[in-house]
């Protein structure tokens, strides 16, 4: 069965720079996630859109931004990246009838 | 706001004995909750769920389990544990009346030895 694709799955940045991750849905899900995961924590949740629109915003700082196009397909978008901004990032997917997230691996940024 | 609780960083259990992972809530209203799981350096990987219905939820890989609304936990269990199993298990919950993302405990780190 399709799963969450993200990409890459790995991006090496310098601070200051800025990095795009790339997320596609499950198809025929029509909501998508974005979380954060730091060393050692837990996933914190950045963002989400339902049908193309944000429908919920959590943590995500202001040089961040997301957005969900007409293939469903999620980017988002960092800027002025910072050290602390080096994570595990997880773009999610889901239906109006499974309440259940589908995860995908993660995208991995490193920051130097 | 809704929350979760995972009081233990860490469990310890022999392989072949039981398991159970605590995790508690916070949530106005009936709760949806989740149990994940996450190997090394990968995405977390859904093992099971409660909605309404029975209190005893069943999952995948022999896990289920247990909502108990009194006490607002949902504890994993597993009947007898193995060395695979061993991963880092998330709680989750989420508000069926606001918002459609999860919340995450800070996570158990499950270790079974041999």
């Known amino acids: 069965a399709a799963g969450v694709i993200q990409s890459p799955r790995h991006l090496i940045k310098e601070k200051r720079e800025t990095a795009t991750l790339k997320c596609y849905p499950i198809p025929r899900h029509d909501t998508v996630y974005w979380y954060q995961q730091g060393p050692g924590q837990d996933p914190q949740f950045l963002i989400s859109f339902y049908e193309k629109m944000q429908s919920d915003k959590g943590s995500i700082p202001d040089r961040f931004s997301a957005q969900q196009f007409s293939d469903y397909h999620s980017e988002l978008n960092m800027s002025s990246l910072e050290l602390g901004d080096s994570a595990l990032y997880f773009c999610?997917?889901?239906?109006?009838?499974?309440?259940?997230?589908?995860f995908g691996e993660g995208s991995r940024l490193t920051v130097l | 706001a809704q929350s979760v609780a995972q009081p233990e960083d860490q469990v310890n259990v022999a392989e072949g004995n039981p398991l159970t992972v605590k995790c508690t809530y916070s949530?106005?209203?009936?709760?949806?909750l989740f149990w994940y799981v996450q190997y090394p350096n990968r995405g977390l990987q859904f093992l099971l769920k409660y909605i309404t219905g029975d209190n005893l939820v069943k999952g995948s890989y022999g896990f289920e389990a247990e909502f108990n609304k009194s006490q607002t936990s949902f504890h994993l269990k597993k009947p007898s544990a193995l060395v695979s199993d061993s991963a880092l298990y998330f709680c989750a919950v989420r508000d069926p009346m606001g918002r459609r993302a999860l919340t995450f405990g800070s996570g158990t780190r499950l270790q079974v030895q041999p």
């Open positions: 999610a997917s889901s239906s109006s009838i499974d309440r259940e997230l589908f």
């Open positions: 949530v106005s209203g009936n709760p949806y």
